[in-house]
């Protein structure tokens, strides 16, 4: 599979080196984490891990694109739902996705309905809200009064 080299966003990088920094200000010595932490910045992604923190703008062609946008449609005709952004963090790529931790206290302090960096969270919700409800609407229902179908 031929996938895009994307790099990381700028703004990734900066927080993961501002976060690396303020650990090697409080201590004497560089960690083996920190330094692990640094040459793991630097170092390619496999396809499939592209496409896993990227999300189909990691696949090389528009046909990738094009094939992966159908089976997202046909999924969701049948009630599965593709998360298209890779990974849950690539809802909200402006914090670090280093520390999953981290990024999720982060995440959970934006305003869902509002925040701008959380159009892709919105627009998956509502997907999902989507299909719960086709899926409800098809159940029996209970006959007014009555304890049967």
């Given amino acids: 599979m031929k996938s895009k080299r994307l790099e990381p966003s700028t703004i990734e990088v900066a927080l ?3 976060r690396i920094a303020a650990v090697l200000r409080n201590s004497q010595a560089i960690a083996d984490q920190s330094r692990k932490q640094i040459a793991e910045m630097g170092k390619s992604a496999s396809p499939w891990q ?3 923190e990227d999300g189909y703008r990691g696949f090389a062609d528009s046909d990738l694109i094009n094939a992966f946008e159908k089976i997202c449609v ?3 005709a049948k009630g599965l739902l593709i ?3 890779g990974e849950l963090e690539g809802f909200c790529r402006s ?4 520390n999953k931790a981290e990024w999720l206290a982060s995440v959970l302090q934006l305003d869902l309905e509002q925040d701008e960096r959380l159009v ?3 627009i998956f919700a509502t997907s999902m809200l989507s299909v719960v409800a086709r899926v409800i609407d098809g159940l029996p229902r209970l006959k007014p009064g ?3 179908l």
Avoid: P, V
């Avoid at 914090?95 to 280093?98: H, I, P, V």
């Fill in 16 to 18: 993961e080196l501002e």
């Fill in 50 to 52: 592209r496409i896993k």
């Fill in 74 to 76: 046909a999924s969701q």
């Fill in 83 to 85: 998360l298209r952004e």
């Fill in 95 to 98: 914090f670090s996705r280093r």
């Fill in 120 to 122: 892709e969270a919105r």
């Fill in 146 to 148: 009555s304890a049967t």
